[in-house]
Every structure is written in structure tokens, then in C-alpha cells.
């Protein structure tokens, strides 16, 4: 059974630093493309930034610049190191993975971890 359970959000000033984990288990972790996605109320889920199973980044620009993902496969899991934080960082944050397979690409998510930022 695939679970990915994510850890770390929290209540934080704006300018504080979080950072987000999410452990995986259940799948082949160094073969699946890993990302974190947020969502707020009434609103859809949005990327916010990936990494590939060869490292590759990439961030969406409300982002870039301020948070860093990164992987440790030896641990199966994948962090999200949130810096600068401001208010419309608020929402909550879901761990993705895709996992490829014969029969295409599987998806998995996590239960969501909630990101406040207020002062």
C-alpha cells in the first residue's frame, strides 16, 4: 500500500522559514518523480515545485527563489524548504508522486499538511 504522509506544516510569521517533509513508502521511490502541491479554499491545487528522480527542480514563481525542494532517496523522502514566507503562502500542502509503470503514469497523494502564515 502507497502512503506518502507529509509532516512539518505549521503556524509561522511572515518572513519565518518552514520546512515540509514527506515520507514515502510503499513504492519505488528513486524511480518516481516527486512534487508538492498546494491548495486553498475555493481554489484549485497548484504546483508549486517538482523534482525529478535525476534531481532536476522546477518551481512555480510565486516561489522561485524562496523555496527549495530536494530528495533523499537513502531515506525515501522529499523536502520542502520554505523561506521569505508571506501570507499567500497560506494553504495546505500536498506530497505527490508519479510513479511510471507499464501501464502509465500512477499518481499518488498525501493527506496535506496546513502552511498559516500570520502574524
Known amino acids: 500500500q502507497v502512503q506518502l504522509v507529509e509532516s512539518g506544516g505549521d503556524l509561522v510569521q511572515p518572513g519565518g522559514s518552514l520546512r515540509l517533509s514527506c515520507a514515502a513508502s510503499?513504492?519505488?521511490?528513486?524511480?518516481?518523480?516527486m512534487a508538492w502541491y498546494r491548495q486553498t479554499p475555493g481554489k484549485q491545487r497548484e504546483l508549486v515545485a517538482g523534482?525529478?528522480?535525476?534531481?532536476?527542480?522546477n518551481y512555480a514563481v510565486a516561489v522561485k527563489g524562496r523555496f527549495t525542494i530536494s530528495r533523499d532517496n537513502a531515506k525515501n523522502t522529499i523536502y520542502l524548504q520554505m523561506n521569505s514566507l508571506k501570507p499567500e503562502d497560506t494553504a495546505v500542502y500536498y506530497c505527490?508522486?508519479?510513479?511510471?509503470?507499464?501501464?502509465?503514469?500512477?499518481?499518488?497523494w498525501g493527506q496535506g499538511t496546513q502552511v498559516t502564515v500570520s502574524s
Open positions: 510503499g513504492i519505488i521511490f528513486s524511480v518516481s518523480a
Open positions: 505527490n508522486a508519479a510513479l511510471p509503470t507499464s501501464l502509465g503514469t500512477r499518481v499518488y
Open positions: 523534482i525529478t528522480t535525476g534531481g532536476t527542480t
